[in-house]
């Protein structure tokens, strides 16, 4: 199913500060995403974590500091340029466009194809294969999420759950080796929740790729995170294991602001 | 789905036979109506790519209109280099498009009806340089076109003289399988780029520019694109109009036609190829109508009589004001919304016993006003 031999880059950041008129949103944070992994970033609501990932996509360009994937340096690269590197994201809030989800999955298949204004104006032979080889692979990622059933559907008239797979599967067309999944299972019940959690551990056994995840609900951060790294106030408080972060001081001091018996936070 | 690909097929070619034999019954008023809204169908089509398909506003359509227009007309004709006229008429197109690209340090960047401000000055700015540079534009008085000849063919009434089945072949007859081919190359690659990868990049662009640039589209460069792209077809419909009028003026392309090309593609319904042409035809042949059977209608007075009633011109500008008010409140997505609408509602209706699969039933209605996009 993949062609990729290699493992992914390591994502490196360093030291990133950003600030929006006077306010600190990140201070200094630090965290190295280990190839293949899954690692999570959690912190209460307001600690920097969206603004985290579009740091990382491109879309805010940092105070300070650096984000580097492998040997290539990201943070003054424009967010298409970060695309074509193999880092592809989802949005908190669901961003499709209009069309049928197989539009919406085309389209992350832009960075991997080629033809222009031209070729598709003239509907070159080129140009033809081309789309239709996408459309093969596409329906496969639909398939692998489980929106096979929908895939010529209009997005408009789906679920949320299936709109935020939608995302979830559009990211996953960009053949990225990073794949960052702001709040994937965000309003979502359980069946989807743990359905949208399988999903996540089967491509990246499958696809082998690195996954960045921002998540609220603490139980499927625990079940997938091989790694965690606490944001509060835009500061790292804790990182670490699952495990080591649920018994961290500092940590349940942010999420409850007293002791606390180390319940579920979310 | 083959089945339903089939029956369109068959539509598309009886409407190809039909518009072929039409010049066969028609005469040369009809012709010329038919002419205009290839034309301006053509053009509409452009514009739909830009504000429909990219969303983004253009109020300086008639300026790249006129770019096309008397680039043909200066490229061809004498004063002028004097090139073959179907060596004009390519270049004319180009020199649209480059005007256009001329154009992309702010039509790449700015966005939505900001750039429908910005290219307001376009429009003030070609018609001034159409009334001033006399020596290449003609002036006031603007220039004669130059007939399109194609190899030893001319596109005039005779040279060579021409009968088919007993119908004198005259420049309306020519012109009309000219424009007819010329239409057809249109809308084969308007719909080749919305159906293709940039088609989806313009759409990504319009609905979250956010979620376009994470997706790897190069933002500026495609909204360039799109405005070039939308000049070439805007200079190749200002040829077909030349070589329908015979004569360029400068008044003809002021901000009303803008205006107008904005029209045909809200009431057509944004971003859609059929739409665009649907819209193209109603604005452009309406006026001619009431003006030829004015004496006919009620509350329009004849031309050039003044008995206190509306003109034919004025009472087509009401009509279709009318038009656009109506579509916007009640059928937001344009004609070929409803007509969409309208057939699912009918296919719902026959096959209603039956659970049929709702993916090829409704479609959501592509709003022509857009909600603002969400920051991430």
Known sequence: ?266 | MSELLRRYRAWTVLLVVLLCALPFYLDAFWLRIGLFSMAAAVGAVGLGLLSGTAGQLSLGHAFFLAVGAYGYVWLAGEPGPGLPPAVAVVLAVLLAGAAGGLFSPVAGRVRGIYLGVATLALVFLGHHVLLTADSITGGFNGRSVPPLELGGFTFTASDPELTLLGVPFGAEERLWYLSLALFALTWFTARGLRRGRPGRALVALRDSETAAAVMGVHVARYRSAAFVVSSMYAGLAGVMLALAFRRVVPDYFSLALSVDYLAMIVIGGLGSVAGATAGAVFVTALPLLMTRYADQLPLVAAPGTTDGAVGPTEAARYLYGAAIVLILLFAPDGLHGLVRRTRARIHRRRSAPKDADPATETHPPASAVRAKEPTP
């Not at chain 1, 990246?204 to 499927?220: I, K, P, Q, W, Y």
Request: glycine share 8%; hydrophobic share 45%; charged share 25%.
């Open chain 1, 1 to 266: 199913m993949n062609d990729r031999t290699t493992a992914p880059p390591v994502l490196d950041v360093r030291d990133i500060t950003v600030r929006f008129a006077g306010l600190t949103a990140l201070d200094t944070v630090s965290f190295t995403v280990v190839p293949g992994s899954v690692h999570a970033i959690i912190g209460p609501n307001g600690a920097g974590k969206s603004t985290c990932f579009n740091v990382l996509s491109g879309l805010y360009r940092p105070a300070s500091g650096t984000v580097r994937l492998g040997d290539t340096e990201l943070t003054r690269l424009a967010p298409h340029r970060i695309a074509a590197l193999g880092v592809a994201r989802t949005f908190q809030n669901i961003v499709t466009t209009e069309g049928t989800v197989a539009d919406n999955l085309m389209l992350g298949r832009h960075i991997l194809s080629r033809a222009g204004f031209t070729a598709s104006a003239l509907r070159l032979p080129s140009a033809v294969r081309e789309q239709r080889e996408h459309l093969a692979r596409a329906r496969e990622i639909a398939e692998l999420v489980g929106l096979g059933p929908h895939f010529d559907s209009p997005v408009a008239l789906l679920s949320y759950g299936d709109r935020k797979r939608v995302e979830f599967a559009r990211a996953l067309c960009l053949e990225p080796s990073v794949l960052l999944l702001d709040e994937p299972v965000a309003g979502m019940n359980a069946a989807e929740r743990a359905r949208t959690a399988e999903t996540i551990r089967a491509v990246r056994a499958e696809l082998g790729l690195s996954v960045v995840l921002v998540e609220h609900d603490m139980g499927l951060v625990m079940r997938l995170a091989d790694e965690v790294t606490v944001l509060d106030f835009g500061r790292v408080i804790a990182h670490g294991t699952p495990d080591e972060v649920r018994r961290d001081p500092e940590v349940l001091r942010a999420y409850l602001g007293t002791e606390a018996t180390g319940e579920d936070a979310a």
